[in-house]
């Protein structure tokens, strides 16, 4: 092969390397990882990426050289030459697969092994799904519709289901794991990162199944073993309560909640929200906006916030959550 060849070979390798590395990269694929498991599980995702990206390399230069280099002249209406394999070629074109493959597998099952550990000492809680509601029980036998979890600590969740199949998946934390009726499953988490993030059910499980959704605080341990001491109540203010238990941090960010979901409207910049809805006093707009979301829509979302919480929310659930949310909002100015 002429040293040409070779350079030019290269050249295009190095361009669809750079393609291939900037599409892994300048996209946010992965969601930040919030435990350890998901640390180890994202390992695996780069280490695969990057498997693949050098075998896109070599293929795209090949392919391309090709094309570029030995097509046919339009008049050419020759056959080619006869070609009887490359006996080296082809054994290594699958040797070295066959070694990438193995050590993908090799790295995934450390990975999986080393995420079922739970330690000595893990934090047992009892995960159970129904139609369409998570309950997760303490073990001081106290019971929550959303899970307040201790930083850095392993936890074990024991899932079952009381009807039919679901799934339990927190995207920031990596694993899922089904929740079957008749028998115990369970997932290992060591939370490493701070904040409120959604639990989904990712089984469809019926009608109710995209609306299956909580949410996991994690919390620092002093808080934790506060949040213990009250009884599970949350500390602060009744708002925070009411917020929390219905998992509106899963799609809102506001600060003062430490929520940091994504899906709807930034509750930090309410003020502003609420001045270009034009829809009366703040908490007018506020209580407009839970009891009644379609009624204004930010630009750039869709009418994606159920229609419930008018029915699910006392007055007095109301009235605090409006209050927590206005001060927040007057507090961010
Ligand atoms: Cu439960 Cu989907």
């Given at each position: 092969m002429r040293r040409g060849s070779i350079i030019q070979l290269t050249a295009i390798g190095i361009v669809a390397g750079a393609i291939g590395t900037a599409v892994a990269l300048l996209i946010?694929?992965?969601?930040?990882?919030?435990?350890k498991e998901a640390d180890r599980i994202h390992f695996v995702y780069w280490f695969t990426t990057v498997i693949a990206i050098v075998v896109f390399s070599v293929v795209a230069a090949v392919l391309i050289y090709s094309i570029w280099k030995f097509r046919a002249a339009p008049d050419d209406d020759s056959d080619g030459p006869p070609i009887h394999g490359h006996t080296t070629l082809e054994i290594v074109w699958t040797a070295i697969p066959a070694v990438l493959v193995t050590a993908i597998s090799i790295v995934s099952a450390i990975v999986l092994a080393e995420n079922g550990k739970a330690g000595p000492d893990p934090l047992r809680i009892h995960v159970t799904a129904q139609q369409f509601a998570w309950e997760f029980t303490y073990p001081n036998g106290k019971k929550f519709g959303y899970l307040t979890l201790p930083a850095h600590r392993s936890v074990k969740l024991d899932l079952t289901a009381n009807d039919v199949i679901h799934s339990f998946w927190v995207p920031q934390l990596s694993q899922k794991q089904d929740a079957v009726p008749g028998i115990t499953t369970s997932i290992v988490i060591t939370p490493t990162k701070l904040g409120t993030y959604p639990v989904i059910c990712t089984e469809l499980c019926g009608l109710g199944h995209a609306l299956m959704r909580s949410h996991v605080d994690i919390v620092t341990p002093a808080r934790y073993e506060a949040w213990v001491r009250n009884g599970g109540a949350t500390t602060g203010p009744a708002g925070l309560t009411v917020f929390q238990a219905n998992g509106c941090g899963s799609c809102h960010t506001f600060k003062p909640a430490g929520a940091t979901g994504k899906v709807g409207p930034d509750l930090d910049n309410l003020l502003a929200e609420a001045q270009k809805a034009n829809k009366g006093p703040l908490a007018q707009f506020i209580h407009q906006s839970i009891v009644d979301p379609a009624a204004y829509l930010e630009p750039g979302y869709p009418d994606a916030m159920p229609h419930i919480f008018g029915q699910t929310l006392t007055e007095k659930q109301l009235t605090d959550l409006v209050q927590y949310l206005v001060q927040g909002a007057n507090a961010n100015k």
């Amino acid at each position: 092969m002429r040293r040409g060849s070779i350079i030019q070979l290269t050249a295009i390798g190095i361009v669809a390397g750079a393609i291939g590395t900037a599409v892994a990269l300048l996209i946010p694929w992965l969601p930040t990882a919030a435990g350890k498991e998901a640390d180890r599980i994202h390992f695996v995702y780069w280490f695969t990426t990057v498997i693949a990206i050098v075998v896109f390399s070599v293929v795209a230069a090949v392919l391309i050289y090709s094309i570029w280099k030995f097509r046919a002249a339009p008049d050419d209406d020759s056959d080619g030459p006869p070609i009887h394999g490359h006996t080296t070629l082809e054994i290594v074109w699958t040797a070295i697969p066959a070694v990438l493959v193995t050590a993908i597998s090799i790295v995934s099952a450390i990975v999986l092994a080393e995420n079922g550990k739970a330690g000595p000492d893990p934090l047992r809680i009892h995960v159970t799904a129904q139609q369409f509601a998570w309950e997760f029980t303490y073990p001081n036998g106290k019971k929550f519709g959303y899970l307040t979890l201790p930083a850095h600590r392993s936890v074990k969740l024991d899932l079952t289901a009381n009807d039919v199949i679901h799934s339990f998946w927190v995207p920031q934390l990596s694993q899922k794991q089904d929740a079957v009726p008749g028998i115990t499953t369970s997932i290992v988490i060591t939370p490493t990162k701070l904040g409120t993030y959604p639990v989904i059910c990712t089984e469809l499980c019926g009608l109710g199944h995209a609306l299956m959704r909580s949410h996991v605080d994690i919390v620092t341990p002093a808080r934790y073993e506060a949040w213990v001491r009250n009884g599970g109540a949350t500390t602060g203010p009744a708002g925070l309560t009411v917020f929390q238990a219905n998992g509106c941090g899963s799609c809102h960010t506001f600060k003062p909640a430490g929520a940091t979901g994504k899906v709807g409207p930034d509750l930090d910049n309410l003020l502003a929200e609420a001045q270009k809805a034009n829809k009366g006093p703040l908490a007018q707009f506020i209580h407009q906006s839970i009891v009644d979301p379609a009624a204004y829509l930010e630009p750039g979302y869709p009418d994606a916030m159920p229609h419930i919480f008018g029915q699910t929310l006392t007055e007095k659930q109301l009235t605090d959550l409006v209050q927590y949310l206005v001060q927040g909002a007057n507090a961010n100015k």
